[in-house]
């Protein structure tokens, strides 16, 4: 019998089955690639404006997301440092392949936690009360407490241009039939919307174009627990859309999943995509691109 069942191996799943293995809880992780634990699905950054203090609060109630940012970062920034410190954000571009190997080494060598690579199919509900959860290679798993941080891959949909295919992110499937078992309990299941930017070929881009950022000296730390921080701080580079990239843009809008129709809702407020801004802000004849 387990104290804790964790379902998922993302940021959320990581802190939750740490912190209570730490306090002496008997847990068990379930996650779809043990490999693939900790993986930024997205973004390869941590922190930054409305969320840096978050990463800090998570280190101060004893989480792992700072110290593992000041492991894998490549650069350490404070945003807004010329305004007050209410409008501070700290922010570090990190390594997501180093990030994934250092999450999942920490996973992996944390007592009382053990970790499986099973998909989730459902819940096991004895007289009204969740009491485990079955994988869908029919093994069971009681416990005293669930918890779900299933993350995108809750009925997840990965969007790429026109097409659209069942996945919690690109190459990986999603939970469908958790999904469905939760709407029998009487439970709504909703999507949050992110876009993910298009990775580029380093080898295509000519640098010498672009305006470097670099890291703040001394570069700015998340964890309280990160003695002699002295990490590799690599230039970041901005560069600028112009009136033909807006045109090209424009001709493809039909292409985009936000106005096809085939994505139903609204984009984030304050990060919006490239297309959605050359859409919104037409009066702006240069858009920044990081």
Avoid: W
């Amino acid at each position: 019998m387990l104290d804790i069942v964790v379902v998922g191996g993302g940021h959320a799943g990581i802190e939750a089955s740490i912190v209570a293995a730490k306090m002496g809880a008997k847990v068990h992780l379930l996650t779809l690639l043990i490999e693939n634990i900790g993986l930024a699905s997205c973004n390869p950054a941590i922190g930054g404006l409305g969320k840096g203090h978050l990463v800090k609060e998570i280190d101060a109630l004893g989480g792992v997301m700072g110290i593992l940012s000041d492991l894998s970062g490549l650069q350490f920034r404070i945003l807004n440092a010329s305004k007050g410190p209410a409008v501070r954000g700290t922010r570090a571009q990190i390594d997501m392949d180093l990030y994934r190997q250092n999450a999942r080494n920490l996973v992996l060598n944390t007592s009382n936690l053990s970790v499986s690579q099973e998909m989730v199919e459902g819940l096991l509900i004895e007289n009204g009360a969740v009491v485990g959860v079955k994988s869908t290679l029919g093994k069971e798993y009681k416990a005293s407490k669930v918890i779900l941080t299933t993350g995108t891959f809750l009925q997840g949909l990965v969007h790429i241009g026109t097409h659209t295919s069942q996945n919690g992110r690109f190459g990986e499937s999603a939970s469908i039939e958790l999904a469905k078992h939760l709407k029998t309990l009487g439970l709504e299941i909703g999507r949050l919307k992110t876009g993910t930017c298009p990775r580029l070929a380093g080898n295509s881009i000519d640098f010498t174009e672009l305006e470097a950022h670099f890291g703040d000296f001394p570069p700015p730390k998340f964890s309280h627990k990160t003695k002699d921080f002295n990490p590799i701080q690599l230039p970041c580079f901005i560069t600028y859309t112009n009136s033909k990239t807006h045109a090209l843009i424009e001709q493809n809008f039909h292409l985009a999943p936000m106005f096809s129709g085939q994505i139903e809702g609204v984009g984030p407020r304050y990060c919006p995509s490239i297309e959605d801004k050359i859409y919104r802000f037409k009066d702006k004849e240069r858009h920044q691109l990081f």
